[in-house]
Nanobody
Framework: QLQLVESGGGLVQPGDSLRLSCAVSGTILSTYHMGWFRQAPGKEREFLGAYKWRGDSTYYADSVKGRFTISRSVAKNTVYLQMDRVNLEYSAIYYC?????????????????????WGQGTQVTVAS
């Protein structure tokens, strides 16, 4: 059983940078996948990016490519989402999720239905 806790959200201004954290409690296997999503009021949950522990590799949605960066700290069992040059449309609740696989899956997982564990989310509000 894993638990995911997001943090780092808050109120920022357009053009600012913000780094969100997703701390994972429990054992992470190298075959696990992580995903970052967001959900704005009245909208569906949107895929932002995916991360594979094996190979330390990332994949981003076109809408955030070049602005968002996913990284990790193995020592802290934490995955980060760095958001640069935020704009007003980025206001949303941001979620991290984990797919707990015990075998290797090469493709990235952009669908929220692929994931087993979710954090509670962290609110990001962009306002001038």
């Amino acid at each position: 059983q894993l638990q995911l806790v997001e943090s780092g959200g808050g109120l920022v201004q357009p053009g600012d940078s913000l780094r969100l954290s997703c701390a994972v409690s429990g054992t992470i296997l190298s075959t696990y996948h992580m995903g970052w999503f967001r959900q704005a009021p009245g909208k569906e949950r949107e895929f932002l990016g995916a991360y594979k522990w094996r190979g330390d590799s990332t994949y981003y949605a076109d809408s955030v490519k070049g602005r968002f960066t996913i990284s990790r700290s193995v020592a802290k069992n934490t995955v980060y989402l760095q958001m640069d040059r935020v704009n007003l449309e980025y206001s949303a609740i941001y979620y991290c999720a984990t797919k707990a696989l015990n075998y290797c899956v090469r493709r990235y997982l952009p669908d929220e239905g692929d994931y087993d564990y979710w954090g509670q989310g962290t609110q990001v509000t962009v306002a001038s």
